[in-house]
């Protein structure tokens, strides 16, 4: 059997200790060997810091390209390990250890300069909660790196030399992403393949792979120029990754273009929108004695823009009381003397549901939809709780203890069971995503759950992103909104405290938008859904196959390079 020689200062699989070898620079330039080779620590930095940067990819600097440096050196930092125990002939498990750390610490240099706005919530009422703050800041990141730190490890157990691992790298990459929204209630936020997706020409693929398959293809083409790097291989060996990524890349450029160019999108008709964004300050919010005040910033900011006349659907955005709408008779004499006939007031409000005696009522975060004479007619409750915000996990006993949720909300906020479409006159079907329902692609309708029959219809989702001032969360956070419209092919309205609130086409083109920071009103045409789209039919399917493909490719390339050695 054949041994290839230990680069330079290739960790074992502890990682920190150097073995003895040939010069670096006789298989790869200088570049290539600072990065794969060297003290263990050194290259946990190099890891940390190319995750950091990489989250500039990301809304609202979206420099995508970004990620063709930083997930080379990612792949290289790889390739070091496994050098290292090819090396040695060590078993391939040998290298899980020491790949998971530079994962997580890529995963964490990028979900802390992703998500260190988090931080902000905990500053809203601070006297009770600025101590939480660096747990969430550093915690939260921590956890979500440790995907991360096991989809590098998995990469070891299928890496082939050659261009080969980047297919596995991708797709076991994306499928860590996956676990990633799914375990502990999922949390999928700033996915890899938003990166890609802030180009509007780029997200229309998401109609068809969806947000998992844009991750497969950003983490396949954006690692594919570390080929360059390959001295063993002549010139042509070396540019038939990056030229084949380029040809994918334009081909979804061109297609996106075409679909935008191309597909019209009608209006409504008899449909005149109105989404008001209060600004008001979170401080108040939750402030029963600011009940009227509250009030009053509503009304008269609804009525700005030269009254409702003409206005069939009012939208205010979650949480928008400090108190049970439906329980403040004054509350609701206000919207009726506001409301013009035949005018619907869709809004965020806390529910109370009375249980049977001796039971605490159960309060929901809902959408409740009052006609003129305010009556309720539609409601929808929130499904997908947000932990730490709206309940605790082992509430009665972290209760004991003297903790509570940032919401405050004694005994937690209740779940509804079952996401169902909310039936507003004068609308098509709306199907309500509260705050951050709307991350959630697998939670959206498709054609296999019950909501296949409302699918022409709309996305309506509700936020109150004050949470976190002027910081790139709600910019994140409208993107990922914005891509459930164009993966399923319908209409979104957004309704936000303080933004971003926006109607966007079923293309993912804003028709208006009030930015972030601002108050005020937007008033637009609701479009009209488009034919159901492929990954609104078949969901994953698409974007699971190509998973599959790659690792496929990968693992016979791996094989191929066993059976020669």
């Known amino acids: 059997m054949r041994r290839d020689p230990l680069p330079a200062g290739a960790a074992g699989p502890a990682g920190d200790r150097s073995v003895a070898g040939p010069p670096a620079t006789d298989r790869r330039n200088r570049l290539a060997a600072l990065l794969r080779d060297g003290p263990y620590p050194r290259r946990a930095l190099i890891a940390l810091a190319a995750g950091a940067v990489s989250a500039l990819a990301l809304q609202p600097f ?11 050196v990612l792949v290289l930092l790889l390739d070091g390990v496994r050098d290292g125990v090819r090396a040695r002939q060590a078993p391939a498990w040998a290298a899980l250890r020491p790949a998971f750390g530079l994962g997580w610490c890529f995963g964490m240099g990028y979900f802390v300069a992703g998500l260190w706005w988090i931080g902000a919530a905990f500053l809203v009422q601070a006297d009770d909660f600025a101590w939480l703050m660096p747990f969430a800041v550093l915690g939260l990141p921590a956890y979500l790196a440790l995907y991360t730190g096991l989809g590098a490890s998995a990469c070891m157990l299928i890496w082939p030399r050659g261009p080969a691992r980047l297919l596995g790298f991708a797709a076991v990459m994306t499928l860590a992403e996956g676990l990633r929204g799914l375990l502990l209630t999922g949390f999928p936020w700033n996915n890899f393949g938003y990166a890609l997706g802030s180009d509007l020409r780029f997200a229309q693929a998401s109609a068809v792979i969806g947000i998992a398959g844009l991750c497969l293809v950003t983490l396949a ?140 009522p159960a309060v ?180 699971n196959s190509l998973l599959v493909l790659f690792l496929l490719l990968a693992f016979a390339s791996q094989r191929g390079y066993t059976r020669r050695d």
């Open 62 to 72: 979206n420099v995508w390209p970004l990620l063709a440096l930083t997930l080379p």
């Open 221 to 360: 083409c954006l690692s594919t120029p570390v080929a360059l790097l390959d001295t063993s291989r002549s010139w042509r060996a070396r540019l038939a990754p990056p030229l084949a990524a380029g040809l994918v890349l334009a081909a979804l450029w061109i297609g996106g273009a075409w679909r935008l160019a191309h597909v019209e999108v009608g209006t409504v008709p008899g449909v005149k929108l109105r989404i008001m964004q209060p600004d008001l300050p979170q401080d108040q919010k939750f402030r029963y004695d600011a009940r009227r005040s509250v009030m009053d910033l509503y009304v008269a900011t609804s009525e700005s823009a030269g009254g409702l006349e003409g206005v069939t659907h009012l939208f205010w955005p979650e949480s928008a009381f400090p108190f049970f709408l439906e329980r403040e008779p004054e509350a609701l004499a206000r919207l009726r003397a506001m409301l013009p006939a035949g005018a619907t007031l869709i809004t965020g409000a806390g529910r109370l549901e009375e249980r049977p005696s001796g039971q605490r």
């Open 364 to 543: 929901y975060n809902s959408l409740l939809a009052l006609d003129s004479q305010g009556r309720t007619v539609a409601t929808a409750d929130k499904v997908h709780l947000v932990p730490f915000g709206e309940y605790l996990p082992f509430q009665e006993t972290l209760e004991a203890l003297g903790l509570q949720q940032l919401t405050r909300v004694r005994g937690g906020f209740s779940a509804a069971d079952t996401r169902k479409p909310m039936e507003i006159p004068g609308l098509p079907p709306a199907l309500p995503l509260i705050c951050y329902e709307a991350i959630f692609p697998t939670e959206i309708v498709s054609a296999r759950n019950s909501y296949d029959v409302h699918r022409r219809g709309l996305l309506l989702n509700v936020s109150n992103d004050a949470w976190f001032g002027e910081t790139p969360g709600p910019f994140q956070h409208f993107e990922q909104a914005r891509m459930r419209a164009i993966e399923q092919g319908l209409p979104l309205i957004r309704a936000t405290n303080n933004g971003i609130s926006a109607i966007v086409d079923p293309l993912g083109r804003v028709v208006a938008m009030l930015p972030l920071g601002a108050r005020g009103v937007l008033d637009g045409a609701l479009p009209q859904a488009l034919a159901p789209t492929i990954y609104a039919n078949i969901g994953n399917s698409v974007s």
